[in-house]
């Protein structure tokens, strides 16, 4: 590990240039991935993350860099065993597979059992470590937090147990408020993962360290420090209360504190998330103290 980089932080940004709002293109991500890969906070950055339907003959000459990536399933489960087979044979290591299971509303059950099926087939197509303490799990199940959410979790759980490497992943934000968790229902999400000692990854809104309004969308945004914050709350035992107060907690100082106790551990729980900008995430770390670093390195 980076000494600039504490061993709590590893590996927590996913690198998503190519998904909205950034939406770069394929060769520019790869380009930057590249440079991420070689400065001094590498530690903190996990696979590039490329969309399934991105996966075609005349994009794979873009990938082929010596790096591995995340796969997500924006096509449908039914197509990723063809984009991990192109994927495959150009010799690009997968490091994670992520698909929605299920719209709002919708019966998750059917999707999450397709999943399942893939993930416990062994479709891997040479799989690398991650990150320090990674836990046994390399396939995501999004899973919308509306109905029928405490059996998947539940069915996600069994799974693991059952030596399946799967885990879960939630939508923390988008295009819409409804997307956007209020600070009990993620702290709800969190305790009952904690509680089925079940790994998750968050995707969308999470730009920043600390919750904030967003003055375009009027959207109010939860921070990345305030999730590891909770989540180091919850792993330590507190409840859906306690931690909800601090995925609420605007106060810089508070959200730091329990972090910079816990930074020569690994991470409990929260497998990370994925951001546009992999700069963005790390200019708040810097400032806030928790990474020891700058650009100019």
Excluded at 81 to 108: K, M, S, T, Y
Excluded at 131 to 148: H, I, K, Q, S, V
Excluded at 266 to 272: A, F, K, S, V
Aim: hydrophobic share 50%.
């Amino acid at each position: 590990m980076s000494t600039q980089v504490p061993r709590l932080l590893a590996g927590l940004v996913d690198d998503a240039a190519v998904f909205p709002p950034g939406s770069a293109s394929l060769p520019d991500a790869v380009t930057a991935h590249r440079e991420h890969r070689a400065a001094w906070y590498a530690d903190l950055v996990g696979p590039l993350l490329v969309p399934a339907s991105a996966v075609a003959d005349d994009a794979l000459t873009d990938l082929t860099e010596g790096f591995p990536v995340g796969l997500i399933g924006d096509t449908g489960i039914a197509r990723l065993p063809a984009a991990l087979a192109r994927l495959a044979a150009a010799g690009i290591v997968v490091r994670q597979v992520e698909a929605a299971v299920a719209r709002r509303g919708e019966d998750p059950q059917p999707g999450l059992a397709e999943l399942l099926r893939l993930a416990g087939a062994g479709a891997d197509p040479g799989r690398e470590p991650t990150r320090p303490g990674e836990p046994a799990g390399y396939w995501y199940a999004e899973l919308p937090l509306t109905f029928g959410l405490t059996a998947a979790l539940d069915t996600l759980a069994g799974a693991r147990a059952a030596g399946v490497p799967i885990a879960a992943k939630f939508r923390t934000g988008g295009l819409a408020a409804e997307l956007f968790p209020t600070p009990v229902e993620l702290a709800a999400v969190i305790c009952a993962c904690r509680d089925r000692d079940l790994p998750f990854k968050l995707t969308a809104g999470l730009h920043h360290a600390v919750r904030h309004l967003d003055p375009e969308t009027g959207f109010t945004h939860h921070g990345f420090g305030n999730v590891l914050a909770a989540t180091l709350a919850a792993a330590a035992g507190a409840e859906v209360d306690a931690v909800a107060v601090l995925l609420a907690d605007t106060d810089a100082v508070r959200l730091v504190e329990p972090a910079r106790a816990a930074r020569d551990t690994d991470r409990p729980l929260w497998i990370g998330f994925g951001s546009c900008s992999v700069r963005e995430p790390l200019t708040d770390l810097i400032r806030l103290g928790l990474v020891n670093g700058g650009f100019d390195r």
